[in-house]
């Protein structure tokens, strides 16, 4: 090999060398490679259920409601001989009368004048017939005593018809209701406008809601009523609306048909008609039975259920059979013990 060849290849041997020193240098300046991150260990949500224990206790059905006073004794005043146009309104709600007192008047027009010439008219056939008798003459007694007759009805059936357009009241008591009339407007037979009460005898009226628990209330069922003042009084239900009388008036009909009457032994020395009170009527009671309340019953698809929290928070669904209805609260009487943890809503 010629010297030339040989340098030729030391520098080919050199720069392999240096090649991979470089080479070498650059892999250790790069930085060495992490072990890759463990993902972190997430704790799922604890889970808060609002629950309620099952108990046993006192539970009640009731129907409640706001009544008012009202008279066990009422008058409903209407025009019975023909209606009118009204003249004058003679009393207000709250007003005391009499029996015989006047409460409406009609206009009566002319009647009064025509009530008077129909008066002289009798007295002229009263005469008439007077001389004839006199006289002897029985044709001319028979013709005056026609006359007299046809006038003397003539005078009654005024008079009547005269009278009939002033309503007056036919009972001693206290003006509990007056239609809303004024000057000139009409009114027809048999129209109730005014309504006189009794305020010696009251009892508690009122209105139910229509719920189906009306079905249970029956005549004597005990009653709870709060006054003004917390005055607490009991009574006892005397008619409902299966119970109340039959009444050709179609308002007295539809008005039986939604109240529910109370009576109390006694009341308050404040009370009157109109007094206002809370009343709470009795349906049934017991004592020493499972109850929840009533949000924490369930139904889907026919069942009726409850949730029951468990040991570990495990949730588990219950049927059960129900009882007695109350406000707040509903008898269980199968499928729960007290003790239990009622999940609810």
Known sequence: MSFRAKRKSKIVVLTAAMAAALSLAGCSLLPAEEAPLKPPLVKPPQENYRTVEVVKGRITQEIRGNGTLESFFTDSVQFKAGGGVVK?????????????DPLIRLDTGNMDIEL?????????????????KDAGDKDGIRVAQLQYDIDKLRHERLAAALTGKL???????QVTYVAELKEGDAVREFETLVVVADPGKLRI???TDGSPDVSLVNVGSKAELTFAGNVLLEGKVTQTPSSAPYSDDPITKDRNAK???VELEKLPDDAEIGTRADVKVLLQER????IIPRSGLRSYLGRTFVRILEEGDKIREVDVETGIKGSTDIEITKGLEEGMQIVLP
């Open 88 to 100: 004058e309104v003679l009393v207000k709600a709250g007003d005391i009368v009499k029996n015989g």
């Open 116 to 132: 008077k010439q129909m008066e002289l008219n009798l007295v002229r056939s009263g005469q008439a017939l007077k001389s004839a």
């Open 167 to 173: 309503l007056t009241a036919e009972m001693d008591g």
């Open 205 to 207: 009226a009122f209105q």
């Open 259 to 261: 109240m529910i009457f």
């Open 287 to 290: 004592s020493d039975v499972i």
